[in-house]
């Protein structure tokens, strides 16, 4: 299970952290990601982390600005966000892939909706301009 939180109303130039806690079977986790659904759009990737040795993936969109990190003790990942543009204004979703996962895996690290086993419930970032 993993519950997500941090979204908020910041203005453009801005930070906010996010956070995704992840609960039961946090031991067989293999790769922690963010996505975004801004209003109107589909659901696109930000940023993923490798469980096991924390290596990061982002999208071309937020490098440079976002940082995914995560915290096996608590096993909790984050997403530090800052220099926010009011495009970045979307409802926030962490998934988790699990090791031994059979959803299909299209690529080393991945970035499509289909590659990933659990979901939280979002949570929204608005950033005013």
């Known amino acids: 299970q993993l519950q997500a939180s941090g979204g908020g109303l910041v203005q453009a130039g801005g930070s906010l952290r996010l956070s995704c806690a992840a609960s039961g079977r946090t031991s067989s986790a293999y790769i922690m990601g963010w996505f975004r659904q801004a209003p109107g759009k589909e659901r696109e990737f930000v940023a993923a982390i490798r469980w096991s040795d924390g290596r990061p993936y982002y999208a071309e969109s937020v490098k440079g600005r976002f940082t995914i990190s995560r915290d096996k003790v608590k096993s909790t990942v984050f997403l530090q966000m800052s220099s926010l543009k009011p495009e970045d204004t979307a409802v926030y979703y962490c998934?988790?892939?699990?090791?031994?996962?059979?959803?299909?895996?299209?690529?080393?690290?991945?970035?499509?909706?289909?590659?990933?086993?659990?979901w939280g419930q979002g949570t929204l970032v608005t950033v005013s301009s």
């Open positions: 998934a988790s892939r699990q090791f031994g996962s059979t959803a299909p895996l299209m690529s080393v690290m991945p970035r499509t909706e289909d590659e990933y086993d659990y």
